[in-house]
Nanobody, 125 residues
Framework: VQLQASGGGLVQPGGSLRLSCAVSGFTLDRPAIGWFREAPGKEREAVACLSTNNDIWYYPDFVKGRFTISSDKSKNSVYLQMDNLRPEDTAVYYC???????????????????WGHGTLVTVSS
């Protein structure tokens, strides 16, 4: 099982960025998959989760209306569109999945079983 995140970089406040996560070793037809982030000095937190079997998503309040998670099953990939970025969104972003659960809400409130390497997002002027 592999999850490979990409797309991080430097963006100005108010800007947008799209992260990609290419997965291998499983297909996006059952497990929950999502994005988490870890900022310096802070605990890792969930920012968006998706149930791949029914496309039900979950977002914490602090990203609602700004972040959008989506998937492309033909490419076995998951994306995170981030708009109206703020300096406090600066963090290392991780793609993660739980092969034993399909609930997006559960994934965002638990520790996933599978993790990819992170990609750094820096929001700064």
């Amino acid at each position: 099982v592999q999850l490979q995140a990409s797309g991080g970089g430097l963006v100005q406040p108010g800007g947008s960025l799209r992260l990609s996560c290419a997965v291998s070793g499983f297909t996006l037809d059952r497990p929950a998959i999502g994005w988490f982030r870890e900022a310096p000095g802070k605990e890792r937190e969930a920012v968006a989760c998706l149930s791949t079997n029914n496309d039900i998503w979950y977002y914490p309040d602090f990203v609602k209306g700004r972040f959008t998670i989506s998937s492309d099953k033909s490419k076995n990939s998951v994306y995170l569109q981030m708009d109206n970025l703020r300096p406090e969104d600066t963090a290392v972003y991780y793609c993660a999945a739980d092969l034993g659960h399909s609930s997006s809400y559960y994934l965002c409130h638990s520790r996933p079983s599978e993790w990819g390497h992170g990609t750094l997002v820096t929001v700064s002027s």
